[in-house]
């Protein structure tokens, strides 16, 4: 009964590839995100998304795109991965973002582009 | 540029004693702090909270402390416990724009010796 979760766990492949990571939540949130963790440890926010708006950070690559099929759920497709693009992506969602700030992350998922 | 700063990578600290851990951000729009715990190969976990028109949340053995001044937050554990070794994420949101996306600093990794 994990609240959010993610996969794959693990994802390695080869640069130039398009690869998919999947996130759910059993929460019944209304906003989910998307988080990119560097190999500085710094955690930026990617996007966040609800059924009303998708805002996107600026800074990030059009390669990725966050899909959302319904209001569980919310995955990250990218395409043509460089190898800038290995990390740990964490998936989040929160309760109506406008009335909590609190966000319930998942396990996060481990990408190596070779 | 980092919006908010954790300039303590890692603290040691003895079983018992009180872990204190600093947090400095610069964008005084913020008006919400969280800080989040993290163990290796999961994700962050809420831990806890203050608004800006509070100075001091208690919640436990954690305390956080906010010095809007001196744009200063800092998150207290008495007694401390092995079991609170982990990396502590300080983050902050409300950044005035209608932004309920959270701005977090790099870390901070606790080390509680038993």
């Known amino acids: 009964d994990t609240a959010v979760s993610q996969t794959p766990k693990y994802l390695v492949t080869q640069m130039g590839n398009d690869k998919s990571i999947k996130c759910e939540q059993n929460l019944g949130h209304d906003t989910m995100y998307w988080y990119k963790q560097d190999s500085k440890k710094f955690l930026k926010i990617m996007f966040s998304?609800?059924?009303?708006?998708?805002?996107i950070n600026e800074t990030v690559p059009n390669r990725f795109s966050p899909k959302s099929p319904d209001k569980a759920h919310l995955n990250l497709h990218i395409n043509s991965l460089e190898l800038g693009d290995s990390a740990v992506y964490f998936c989040a969602s929160s309760q109506q973002a406008e009335i909590s700030y609190e966000q319930y992350f998942g396990p996060g998922t481990r990408l190596t582009v070779t | 540029d980092q919006q908010v700063k954790q300039n303590s990578p890692s603290l040691s600290v003895q079983e018992g004693r009180i872990s204190i851990l600093n947090c400095d951000y610069t964008?005084?729009?913020?008006?919400?702090f969280l800080w989040y715990k993290k163990y290796p190969a999961e994700g962050p976990t809420f831990l806890i909270s203050?608004?800006?028109?509070?100075d001091k949340n208690e919640d436990g053995r954690f305390t956080v402390f906010l010095n809007k001044s001196a744009k200063h937050l800092s998150l207290h554990i008495v007694p401390s416990q092995p079991g609170d070794s982990a990396v502590y994420f300080c983050a902050a949101s409300g950044d005035g724009a209608g932004s309920y996306q959270l701005t977090f600093g790099k870390g901070t990794k606790l080390s509680v010796i038993p």
């Open positions: 203050i608004s800006s028109i509070k």
């Open positions: 998304y609800n059924n009303k708006e998708l805002i």
């Open positions: 964008n005084s729009m913020f008006d919400y």
